[in-house]
């Protein structure tokens, strides 16, 4: 079950597996092909602990790479173990420009620190960028995010076990060292929870009043036209 780099073969695993991943380009899970990899003999005379591998994706066509551990040095070839490492993740999206300027700065930390796996990092600056939020809101803010989150719960149906660290982050009244540790479920969780009050409290409001600016503008603007043309 090892995939193993061969001086002469190359790169060979077990019933020539395939590697699907989400892109950290494109955003599409998709297959990645070898593009590039490293000198055998060079690998087995330094005996690294990890190497890394150049794939392309199917996609796009871009570059991902990836780091593997390796297991062993023997006649031509370097075993590696299977579980490898994305150098560069995915980054989330969100519609950042709706959003206060604070709980912007916040929010954008927090998303680079999921992207990157620091998911207690993450749950921090989800406390921050909410308290943020709650602040630019004013008066009754955390009411209307908290009436928002027991909304998605319901939505999602998540039970309320599972749920009680997620509001303990986001409305805790704790000290930050008192926020409780979160795998990465549980972040992902509270990623999608955060996504959504964010959306629910300003980029609704921010869109749709954008967009009633807009046909506002282009009733003024061509019932003025009509008169003219009359
Ligand atoms: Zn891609």
Redesign the pocket.
Known sequence: MAIVLDRDQGLLSEADERIGLE??????Y?HMSRQSLPDVDKIIADKPKHVGLVYQ??????P?FLRFATRGFANGQVELYRNFVELERPKERFAFSYLPKDTEVLFREALTCYSSNSFNAFASMCRRSAASAFDALGEGGKLQGFEEVMTAQEIAGIDDASFAPIKSVLFGSGEEEDLPLLDRVQAGILLEVLKDMFYQCFVRRGKLTRALKVRRFFVQDGGGNLQSTA
Not at 23 to 28: E, F, L, M, R, T
Not at 57 to 62: E, L, M, P, R
């Open positions: 892109c950290p380009y494109c955003g599409v998709a994706c199917d996609s796009c066509h871009a991902v």
